[in-house]
Nanobody, 122 residues
Framework: QVQLVESGGGLVQAGGSLRLSCAAS????????MGWFRQAPGKEREFVAA????????YYADSVKGRFTISRDNAKNTVHLQMTTLKPEDTAVYYC???????????????WGQGTQVTVSS
């Protein structure tokens, strides 16, 4: 069992930056691949970024590539999503999730946090 708690969301102007954090707990949480997803009102949850357990592999959605960076600190059981050059279309609830292997599919992630709201004003 892995428990995930996100933090760091908030209101920011377009062009600004935010850093999301995800604190993981559980016996083997550092061995899981971690992903960030987001869900805007009326839309399906979508993949944002993912990182494998050793940080040697990262995936990004095309919409955030070059603007967002995912990282993890296994010693602290945390995963971060550094978001820069934010756009109004980045507004959503952001979720972190854990999976046995790094992937982009929502359905394959076993554990989820409760989400943190990110609002980007124009």
């Amino acid at each position: 069992q892995v428990q995930l708690v996100e933090s760091g969301g908030g209101l920011v102007q377009a062009g600004g930056s935010l850093r999301l954090s995800c604190a993981a707990s559980g016996r083997t949480s550092s061995s899981y691949a971690m992903g960030w997803f987001r869900q805007a009102p009326g839309k399906e949850r979508e993949f944002v970024a993912a990182i494998n357990w050793s940080s040697s592999i990262t995936y990004y959605a095309d919409s955030v590539k070059g603007r967002f960076t995912i990282s993890r600190d296994n010693a602290k059981n945390t995963v971060h999503l550094q978001m820069t050059t934010l756009k109004p279309e980045d507004t959503a609830v952001y979720y972190c999730a854990a999976s046995l292997i790094i992937q982009r599919l929502v359905s394959e992630y076993r554990y989820w946090g409760q989400g943190t709201q990110v609002t980007v004003s124009s």
